[in-house]
């Protein structure tokens, strides 16, 4: 079993968030069009981060573990929403020249990325208070 853990803490500015998992912080804010600083990424770019750094992480592992160069591996997550639908689209790219069948099966890696995992399964948010 995968377990993670961050802790959330508003700041004085209006909706600037400050974010910590165990010795590493980031923070969250929205644009200023929304009334925040724009001192740090909205909450959807921290999810598609989330998205882009899995897999990068799951196909570099793999390559690595095949022993083939895909150079800089890139990764470009947008989120759409209309009508309550949601699309999530991920766009991969590698800078090394790869086989057809190697970059084939890195964008089939790429799937199995634990975040893919969890944002295309059952989730179960509980919330409570602490």
Known sequence: ???AQTSGRS????YRVALTA????????EPAEKGGGNTGMMPYELLLSSLA???IITIRMYAERKGWQPGEIGVDVSLETEKGDTKIMRHV?????????????LLAVANAC???KLLT??????TGLK
Do not use: W, Y
């Open 53 to 55: 750094a899995c897999t």
């Open 11 to 14: 700041e004085a500015a209006k």
């Open 121 to 126: 399964g059952k989730i179960a948010v509980e």
């Open 114 to 116: 634990p975040v893919h």
């Open 1 to 3: 079993m995968d377990t």
């Open 93 to 105: 790219s590698f800078s090394a020249a790869l086989e057809t069948e190697q970059r084939e099966r």
């Open 22 to 29: 165990g010795a590493n912080a980031i923070v969250a804010d």
